[in-house]
């Protein structure tokens, strides 16, 4: 069906950047929306910007102006653009998928990727 594959978290200072990178593989036609959320310690896991087929983003508030999520079509790979990181971004991060196949909707997501951002 589809496969995501995240990739570019690691270490970074408060006021750092980093990006992220989400491969799709699959049946990429049928993907209807892609998106990033987080999962921090001991919290439960939230939205943080999502991007539809046809290119419309949505944010979470916290992250509005911030963080920007885009994607290369010729790359089938959504991305992450995370700038002014503080330490409450400290998360794992998912990349998934919402997709339509044969009448049926679903979801896929990816292994995750640690964030980290020393203050």
């Known amino acids: 069906q589809v496969q995501l594959a995240e990739s570019g978290g690691g270490l970074v200072q408060a006021g750092g950047s980093l990006r992220l990178a989400c491969a799709a593989s699959g049946i990429i036609s049928s993907i209807r929306v892609m998106g990033w959320y987080r999962q921090g310690p001991g919290n439960q896991r939230e939205l943080v910007a999502s991007i539809t087929s046809g290119g419309t983003t949505n944010y979470a508030d916290s992250m509005q102006g911030r963080f920007t999520i885009s994607r290369d079509n010729a790359k089938n790979t959504v991305y992450l653009q995370m700038n002014s990181l503080k330490p409450e971004d400290t998360a794992v991060y998912y990349c998934?998928?919402?997709?339509?196949?044969?009448?049926?909707?679903?979801?896929?997501w990816g292994q995750g990727t640690q964030v980290t951002v020393s203050s």
């Open positions: 998934n998928a919402d997709f339509y196949i044969g009448g049926s909707s679903g979801r896929t």
